[in-house]
């Protein structure tokens, strides 16, 4: 089971550097992420978007450090920012996702969807962390961490998967 772990940190903690990476990279990219901030007050915008992606990394960085409060944080955050979206849906605001970088692409059910496959990984990754298995083997890891990372890039890039297979289906 170690090697479940590791793939889900490695998945974890991907998503979690590239998403604050995204918001962090520049200044207009941060202001950028918190103009799609429409629930909150103007002035609560900006900082919101810094702790947002402040927390990020912190959640990265623990996934790595110390597992079972990364896989705690992470979860966390997904359900957060998960209750934000369905809010937002409910609400009819449909800002850009701006998770990964500047986007067109309007918050919607799909980001629902991968928040709810990224939550399956923190709980494979706990369901790993307590259970008893061997050690970790250098054939297991050589393949573990390219599978979470492979699944991260999939997960980063779900919404444009996603757009292709509404597309596809709306043309037949």
């Known amino acids: 089971m170690v090697h479940v772990l590791v793939a889900s940190q490695a998945l974890l903690a991907t998503v979690f550097v590239v998403s604050a990476y995204s918001k962090l990279r520049s200044r207009a990219a941060l202001r950028s992420f918190a103009a799609t901030l429409r629930s909150l007050p103007g002035p609560a915008r900006f900082p919101a978007a810094g702790a947002t992606a402040a927390m990020e990394v912190v959640a990265a960085a623990t996934l790595i450090v110390f597992p079972p409060v990364g896989l705690a944080a992470g979860g966390v955050l997904l359900i957060a920012f998960s209750t934000w979206i369905a809010v937002s849906l409910r609400r009819g605001q449909r800002e850009a996702c701006q998770c990964f970088g500047a986007s067109v692409t309007p918050l919607g059910p799909v980001h629902l969807v991968r928040n709810g ?38 997960l980063i890039v779900f919404d444009d998967i996603a757009d292709l297979f509404m597309e596809a289906s709306g043309s037949a």
């Open 117 to 154: 496959l990224l939550l399956l990984v923190v709980a494979l990754g706990s369901v790993a962390l307590m259970s008893p298995g061997g050690p970790a083997t250098v054939a297991g890891l050589a393949l573990a961490v390219p599978v979470g990372l492979v699944g991260a890039i999939l």
